[in-house]
T-cell receptor, first 114, second 108 residues
Framework: EAGVAQSPRYKIIEKRQSVAFWCNPISGHATLYWYQQILGQGPKLLIQFQNNGVVDDSQLPKDRFSAERLKGVDSTLKIQPAKLEDSAVYLC????????????FGEGSRLTVL | SQQGEEDPQALSIQEGENATMNCSYKTSINNLQWYRQNSGRGLVHLILIRSNEREKHSGRLRVTLDTSKKSSSLLITASRAADTASYFCATVGNQFYFGTGTSLTVIP
């Protein structure tokens, strides 16, 4: 079974530029999460999707971050414009459904903002 | 805001010793999970304990949960160098929240 795929693995941009991350969850997984992990900290939930609907985006900085999950499969997370403090690893995770237990994580996309 | 707080923040032990890390949380949960993260990689699920369970075992892992104290512990017995990683608790209620993590170093 293929795992959660994320791209790009690494991205370096200058502040005020934009960036987009892509995630393809495990086939059949209805729930998809985006987490931000700053170096030395635990993952912080940015947004949770159930199929193509948003369940929770309370911690998403909506003035600069946006995310979508068209057709309830792939998802993209965009940052525009980026700030220095956005430097982090962006982790995508999926689960079979909302109450199914464990999350399956991708390898993450490491963003450096200069 | 993040739900769980782990302690210690960092732990260094000799191979063969046991490693214990603790997680405290603030609100009610459906279950609590532990994850492992190797440097530069994604998180991997280790074990899940439901709110009505007090203890659970999986291989060399033992997890306890005390809902009255809102705390959990993860014990790794007979540690190996390959156990070197960061360990996170995740509290699951309406949402999934991760703790701050414990960095474990097992010295060969």
């Amino acid at each position: 079974e293929a795992g959660v795929a994320q791209s790009p693995r690494y991205k370096i941009i200058e502040k005020r530029q934009s960036v987009a991350f892509w995630c393809n969850p495990i086939s059949g997984h209805a729930t998809l999460y985006w987490y931000q992990q700053i170096l030395g900290q635990g993952p912080k939930l940015l947004i949770q999707f159930q199929n193509n609907g948003v369940v929770d985006d309370s911690q998403l900085p909506k003035d600069r971050f946006s995310a979508e999950r068209l057709k309830g499969v792939d998802s993209t997370l965009k940052i525009q414009p980026a700030k220095l403090e956005d430097s982090a690893v962006y982790l995508c995770a999926s689960s079979l459904h909302r109450d199914s237990g464990e999350l399956f994580f991708g390898e993450g996309s490491r963003l450096t903002v200069l | 805001s993040q739900q769980g707080e782990e302690d210690p923040q960092a732990l260094s032990i000799q191979e063969g010793e046991n490693a214990t890390m603790n997680c405290s949380y603030k609100t009610s949960i459906n279950n609590l999970q532990w994850y492992r993260q190797n440097s530069g990689r994604g998180l991997v699920h280790l074990i899940l304990i439901r709110s009505n369970e007090r203890e659970k075992h999986s291989g060399r892992l033992r997890v306890t949960l005390d809902t009255s104290k809102k705390s959990s512990s993860l014990l790794i017995t007979a540690s190996r160098a390959a156990d070197t990683a960061s360990y996170f608790c995740a509290t699951v209620g309406n949402q999934f929240y991760f703790g701050t993590g414990t960095s474990l170093t097992v010295i060969p």
